[in-house]
C-alpha cells in the first residue's frame, strides 16, 4: 500500500517536504478483534506538526526507535475487513477511528470506566506507535471504531466529528 512516511523530526521545520511516499505492506489482521479500515480521509492537525518538530521526542522516542513512521489519529474510512470477534462492522461500514489505540481492548481500568483516552496500554500514531492514518489501509481495534450514518461520507464525517470534539472541549 502506498503510505506517507515521517523519517526524520525538523525541529526548525526547516524543510519542503516532512513528509515521503513511501509502499508499505498492506495490515493483516492478527487478533480477533481486529480491523482493517480503507482510509477515505485523513486529518492534519497541530499535533501532527509537533511530532515533526520532535516536541515529545524526549518522552516517546528517547531511544530513536519510533522512526520511520506514518503518522495520522484524526482518521475516517470504511471498514476492510473484520476480525473473527468482530460482530457489529461489516465491510463497507463507514467510520471514524478513535484517536488514541487502547491496547488493552478496553479491559483496563480507565477504558471500562469510558475513559479510553486514559488507557493503560493507550497508543498513538506518531508519538509512540509507527502505524497511523496517512496510508491506504490501517488496522485497529474494534473498539476504536465509531460508525457513521450510511449518507456521510468519511472526509465530511472527519471534519465534522473532530471540529465537534475540539469544539466541545
Not at 523519517?7 to 519542503?16: A, V
Request: hydrophobic share 35%.
Amino acid at each position: 500500500m502506498k503510505a506517507q512516511v515521517l523519517y526524520e523530526y525538523d525541529p526548525e521545520m526547516k524543510e519542503d517536504v516532512w513528509v515521503k511516499s513511501a509502499e508499505m505492506p498492506d495490515p493483516k489482521i492478527e487478533k480477533a478483534s481486529d480491523v482493517i479500515v480503507k482510509i477515505g480521509a485523513a486529518g492534519v492537525c497541530r499535533t501532527d506538526l509537533h511530532i515533526i518538530e520532535g516536541v515529545w521526542r524526549h518522552i516517546q522516542d528517547p531511544d530513536d526507535q519510533l522512526l520511520p513512521c506514518v503518522m495520522g489519529h484524526e482518521n475516517a474510512g470504511w471498514v476492510e475487513e473484520v476480525g473473527q470477534d468482530v460482530s457489529n462492522f461489516i465491510k463497507g461500514d463507514p467510520v471514524i477511528l478513535h484517536p488514541l489505540i487502547s491496547g488493552t481492548n478496553g479491559t483496563c481500568l480507565s477504558c471500562r470506566r469510558g475513559n479510553d483516552m486514559f488507557a493503560e496500554e493507550g497508543a498513538f500514531p506518531g508519538l509512540n506507535i509507527k502505524e497511523g492514518g496517512y496510508c491506504e489501509y490501517l488496522k485497529t481495534s474494534v473498539r476504536n471504531l465509531i460508525k457513521l450514518p450510511k449518507m456521510i461520507w468519511p472526509q465530511k464525517g472527519c471534519r465534522s466529528f473532530f471540529r465537534c470534539w475540539f469544539n466541545g472541549i
